[in-house]
């Protein structure tokens, strides 16, 4: 979506009576249903002017065409400048140009990242040049138009307050190969800046590619698709088994007609390979051309799966990143934008309240912005009260949409060893649910057993990570978690305390919350379930705290409402001690099954252990 665009003529005229923010509020307002933030508006007034001159100077001709706040379809994000034409050579071009005011910046000792002062505060952000970059690339593979009628894309960034320093941080050797792609430009670079638009779109002509920029179909590119295809070539984590197989298969067969919507339900427990049908779904669709997203409310489980899909070409990280989203962002999608939503963890979805949601129910967005929608569910891993994703409201929506619903079950365990057993005592123990077959399972294949103190359980896990396994430490959220603050952004406060023990560690730290499950220093901190669910390692130990307990005298698990601390998952429930209990077993299931090989648990309630201790001593 184009918020604003105009010839470069008009553009310079609006810019010299001071007319262009009102133009773009007007234009914002008229697009967007809302109004722009001052922030925005006064970037507007400044940069503006900078870009009039730039213009102006360059020599590049009026009839060029402008785009200002272009909104990149199918995505949240704006690109800030954009001009159109032709070069020398008559070949179609157009320039991203991403504007800054910053005045200064920090390097960092990571690729691609800065630190700058944004939003009141100091953070990491992208370079601009990467930004400029990624943008180019989101065009490049997703605009059928860029494809199809051969236009050239090129991309630079301007920082028109920034006066460099020597050494400049912004220059630093770690980010040359990025600035190669797309040039950076600061406040004394004016005239190479108008030398570079002129090279590109010095001949003019460019009114009408605006035209075919904004009305290009929005689909994967060749190129995209040939990206993905590779990504998943050679990768053992995403090779689909027996019953995965036949579910990606039926996926394929039924969204490939979009003429009617569809509606397919897949269900299925902890370990039975939801995640990795729906990723190879995922590329199977874009191969057929067709406009797919992969949603996953959980945004630790997006990130990790971006960077195992990813992780043999990081720079093309931005490139598979785009294909993702969380599930908030849909509520004023148009109808049917999308040819295909594919939702995983789709038992997390949200209704109205939900924190940073504007919109009603979240299933209801999807339903109606795709023609097919794909949901993974698991009804026994809802763990907050906004949680509403239920296999039988996705049907109640479905229904109201007159959409054909198609519900498949996987059944086969490829977690924990396979032993579908463990999983199958898992719910009976904690009275989840009434299970036959939990007597037992193959404990060579997976092993399981309780321990007698956290700091035994830390170091079984730390040794099985030495030894190159995949191994974390998980807990309920029976400890507070300082805030940032408060001087804990990196997990420097040991929040999870157990004082009969002498034990204390920190929670996930926040700067690596959504790569907690793959940084390095994740072993020597604690994640929660918001940090692991979906995802999967080789060993785990668990921690359960005082949140859940046992009654000798009911012989029933119940949950401790003073002693669980997340304040949105017990919201409004402190008088109903049943759905409490509900969630907070939810939780203990969903960390107790994130191992592939072992699981090793520690249980500070001591009537909650022996009671696990007598249920193990039959298996």
């Not at 509606?263 to 057929?288: D, E, F, R």
């Not at 934008?337 to 967005?365: P, S, T």
């Not at 402190?574 to 090793?600: A, D, F, W």
């Amino acid at each position: 979506m184009i918020i604003y665009s105009s010839n470069a003529l008009k553009f310079r005229e609006l810019v010299d009576s001071n007319q262009i923010t009102l133009e773009i509020e007007s234009a914002f307002i008229k697009n967007m249903r809302k109004k722009p933030s001052p922030g925005e508006k006064r970037a507007w007034n400044n940069s503006m002017q900078f870009m009039e001159r730039i213009i102006r100077n360059s020599k590049v001709p009026d009839n060029c065409g402008i785009m200002i706040e272009y909104n990149i379809p199918s995505t949240s994000r704006r690109i800030d400048f954009i001009i159109a034409g032709q070069d020398e050579k008559k070949n179609n071009n157009f320039v991203i140009v991403e504007l800054k005011q910053w005045d200064s910046a920090q390097a960092t000792d990571r690729e691609d990242v800065v630190r700058a002062f944004v939003g009141g505060n100091t953070r990491e952000i992208p370079h601009p040049s990467y930004q400029a970059w990624s943008y180019r690339q989101l065009i490049n593979d997703m605009n059928e138009a860029v494809e199809e009628h051969d236009l050239k894309a090129h991309s630079c960034a301007y920082l028109h307050n920034y006066r460099p320093v020597i050494p400049d941080p912004l220059k630093n050797d770690q980010y040359h190969n990025i600035i190669r792609e797309a040039p950076l430009f600061l406040a004394d670079d004016s005239l190479k800046l108008q030398e570079f638009l002129f090279k590109h779109v010095g001949q003019g002509n460019g009114v009408n590619l605006l035209y075919l920029i904004e009305n290009g179909k929005i689909r994967p590119s060749k190129k995209l698709i040939d990206h993905v295809d590779g990504l998943f070539k050679g990768n053992s984590d995403f090779v689909l088994i027996d019953e995965q197989k036949v579910a990606y298969e039926t996926i394929i067969s039924l969204a490939k007609d979009t003429e009617v919507k569809k509606t397919i339900i897949i269900q299925g427990g902890p370990g039975t390979g939801k995640s990795v049908i729906s990723m190879n779904a995922l590329g199977g669709l874009l191969k057929h051309k067709l406009n797919a997203k992969f949603i996953a409310p959980n945004a630790s489980f997006r990130t990790v799966m971006v960077e195992t899909l990813a992780k043999k070409q990081p720079r093309d990280k931005v490139r598979t990143k785009m294909l993702f989203s969380g599930s908030g962002q849909f509520y004023d999608t148009p109808a049917n934008f999308y040819d295909v939503l594919i939702v995983d963890e789709a038992h997390r979805l949200k209704g109205k309240g939900a924190y940073q949601y504007r919109g009603d129910n979240q299933i209801e967005d999807i339903i109606r912005t795709s023609k097919v929608n794909v949901f993974f569910i698991d009804d026994f891993q809802r763990i907050r009260p906004d949680d509403i994703g239920s296999i039988q409201e996705i049907k109640r929506i479905a229904e109201e949409y007159h959409s054909e619903i198609y519900q498949y079950t996987l059944t086969a365990q490829f977690r924990c060893s396979g032993a579908e057993g463990f999983l199958n005592w898992v719910d009976d123990a904690l009275q989840i649910r009434p299970t036959a077959n939990f007597d037992g399972w193959d404990h060579k294949a997976f092993e399981f057993a309780m321990v007698e103190t956290p700091n035994e359980l830390y170091e079984i896990i730390k040794a099985k990570e030495s030894n190159g396994f995949k191994a974390r430490l998980l807990a309920g959220f029976a400890w507070n978690w300082t805030a940032e603050k408060d001087g804990n952004r990196n997990g420097e406060i040991s929040d999870v305390i157990i004082e009969e023990h002498g034990f204390q560690m920190p929670w996930n730290g926040r700067s690596i919350s959504s790569t907690w499950a793959i940084h390095p220093s994740g072993i020597d901190q604690i994640g929660c379930v918001h940090t692991s669910q979906g995802l999967e390692f080789d060993y785990v130990g668990v921690i359960i705290g005082n949140d859940l307990k046992f009654n000798p005298e009911t012989m029933e698990l119940y949950a401790d409402y003073d002693q669980y601390k997340d304040t949105m998952g017990k919201r409004g429930l402190k008088l109903n001690q049943e759905r409490l209990t509900k969630l907070v077993k939810n939780i203990y299931k969903i960390l107790i099954s994130r191992g592939m090989k072992g699981c090793y648990v520690y249980c500070r309630d001591q009537e909650l252990r022996r009671y696990l201790e007598t249920r193990l001593s039959g298996v």
